[in-house]
């Protein structure tokens, strides 16, 4: 029986039957190398999940509430934790210049008063993005102390390239010495 040549029917069939177990090892190699690629990535610059929903009125953020110009910038707070305030516009972060400490967590809460706009420090995990009426707010640390550009990253308009903050890390002793004196910081030259 097996002696006689395969009909052009069971050769089609067994030549697709080849080809679908090919496709389904290369798909397989594919989606394996790819999920890989997101747990090694993730794991190694400490992907943060988006922040939980949290929202703020923005027709009154310059008036009253935790965004009001005061209250931005850098702040070490009576529970000891380091907490930066920052507002997006178009086309500037407020404040422009922001000091953290070295090797301390700093957590970051932003939002913007206008269009949607984001930022990530370079060198860096600090990555989110500032949408009217949510704040956005992540916890990290900067192991070393130096300068940082810190770009707005969602297109918001004409102006979004040249928007942008610094960020200078700064020693925690000196960081602790500065806020004792003048409570909250930030490094705009007045
Ligand atoms: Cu703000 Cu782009």
């Known amino acids: 029986m097996s002696t006689v040549p395969a009909s ?19 798909v397989a190699i594919i989606i394996t190398a790819l999920i890989g690629m997101m747990i090694v990535t993730g794991l190694h ?10 929202t703020v009125d ?5 008036i009253e509430g935790e ?41 970051f809460r932003g939002t913007s008063s206008d269009a ?11 990555n989110t993005m500032l949408i009217p009426g949510f704040v956005a707010t992540f916890t990290t640390t900067f192991p070393a102390v130096g300068e940082h550009l810190m770009p ?5 308009g004409i102006g979004h390239e040249a928007m942008w903050a610094r960020v200078q890390v700064i020693p925690q002793q000196e960081f602790l010495a500065r806020t004792r004196n003048q409570g909250r910081l930030s490094c705009v030259r007045s």
């Open 152 to 156: 707005c990253h969602e297109y918001c």
């Open 8 to 26: 052009s029917n069971e050769r089609a069939h067994a030549v697709a039957e080849a080809a679908e177990r090919r496709w389904t090892i290369i």
């Open 67 to 107: 965004f009001v110009e005061s209250n931005l910038g850098t702040a070490l707070e009576s529970d000891g934790r380091v907490v930066v305030r920052v507002l997006a516009q178009q086309y500037s972060f407020q404040p422009q210049c922001l000091v953290v400490p070295a090797g301390m967590p700093v957590t």
């Open 116 to 126: 949607i706009h984001g930022f990530s420090v370079d060198s860096s995990n600090a």
């Open 58 to 62: 923005v027709s009154r953020l310059h």
């Open 45 to 54: 610059w400490a992907a943060m999940p988006p922040s939980r929903v949290e």
